[in-house]
């Protein structure tokens, strides 16, 4: 890389490499708008082990395939182990016939997988990005979804979990970087879930996988290195549609999932040493069906003393360069939260 950049320095004209190379000391732009704090190491499942969240995945994985001999893995790629090493070594363990690749066609994965799964088989399916599980939209929302409800509970595709690497990264750009759950969030019929940590999302990902109903399962791929935390060996299970209260307090209460819920925790810090303000913060989890009970408890609705302020993204394309600012990072939620405290 070092003699790469001497020769391009050396090819250009006189001048415009001082106005080309980065300033000596410049700040440097990183993908994390966050910092990852690992929840405390659990007791009650027995023997746990330092795993990333790609890891913890793949030990969810394995621990499916080997109680359940019915389940099948499959996606583009999976078979050697997927881009993001998810299903790394279980063809190897399980075979070709239970870990295997499919063709690129995210509508044909999630038609496979709802095959399979109406024949009493459990079905995991993985789509290579959350960005392109639109073309499986159709065989989502109008098949999978629908599927029980139309045969009268006489056929069902309840044992399909469809996982999807999901959110930005730094880089990602357009079709690399989209969180499309609200798109599915108004289907009835399906169950979707977004874990913070290696610990829910192994936990999480076996609810998915053992559920009755079709669920869609979004990791979060910017965790999938970055998240190290300890995660039990053994399966275990984390209840669906609960939410988890992270932090109580009295003034606001803070609700996000996946990578959004370690913004909001450093934003409740923030509030509480600069604002003197105490937050509740709230990990959804589950984004369909969502937690009410634990979310709008006591009524809360009728007692708001400020309107709920909602931050996102901007109504755009996800841009490359421009991911900075168009992410909700801290700084927004801060603002968000002082401008209702000042309401």
């Known amino acids: 890389m070092a003699a790469a950049g001497r020769a391009l320095r050396a090819a250009l004209p006189a001048g415009l490499w001082g106005r080309l190379a ?7 732009r990183t993908a994390a708008h966050f910092s990852f704090q690992p929840d405390p190491a659990p007791s009650e499942y027995g023997q746990t082990q330092k795993m990333n969240l790609f890891q913890s995945i793949t030990s969810a994985l394995d621990n499916a395939l ?37 063709p690129l066609c995210e509508q044909g994965i999630v038609g496979f997988g709802i095959g399979i799964a109406v024949t009493g088989a459990t079905a995991i399916a993985e789509i290579q990005f959350a960005d ?21 509970d006489l056929f069902n595709c309840g044992s399909l979990t469809i996982r999807a690497p999901w959110g930005c990264v730094g880089h990602g750009a357009l079709y690399h ?8 969030a108004h289907c009835p019929g399906i169950k979707i879930v977004i874990p913070r940590s290696p610990l829910q999302a192994k936990g999480l990902l076996l609810s998915c996988i053992e559920d009755k109903n079709p669920c869609i399962f979004f990791e979060p791929k910017i965790l999938y290195r970055a998240a190290v935390e300890q995660v039990p060996v053994e ?15 009295n003034d606001v209460t803070m609700v996000a999932w996946g990578t959004q819920v370690h913004v ?22 589950t984004i369909l069906p969502w937690d009410t009970e634990t979310v709008c408890k006591e009524e809360c609705f009728l007692n708001l003393e400020a309107p709920i302020a909602r931050v996102c993204g ?5 841009p490359h360069i421009f991911e900075p600012f168009y992410i909700p990072d801290k700084w927004k939620c801060y603002d968000a939260l002082r401008r209702m405290i000042n309401y």
Do not use: H
């Open 177 to 184: 970087s989209q969180s499309p759950e609200a798109f599915f």
């Open 235 to 249: 399966p275990y299970k984390i209840p669906l549609s609960q939410a988890e209260v992270l932090q109580t307090g």
């Open 66 to 102: 080997a109680k359940d001999p019915t389940a099948v893995i499959f996606g583009e790629d999976v078979a050697f182990g997927g881009v993001f090493r998810c299903t790394v070594g279980l063809r190897d363990k399980y075979g070709k016939d239970r870990v295997f690749n499919t």
């Open 314 to 318: 901007y109504d755009t394309p996800f």
């Open 132 to 152: 392109y599980i639109f073309p499986a939209f159709d065989q989502i929302v109008n098949e999978a979804a629908k599927y029980r409800y139309r045969s009268g």
């Open 264 to 285: 909001i925790k450093e934003v409740a810090a923030m509030a509480q040493e600069k604002l003197g303000v105490s937050c509740e913060v709230i990990d959804l989890r």
């Open 22 to 28: 980065p300033l000596p000391g410049a700040p440097r």
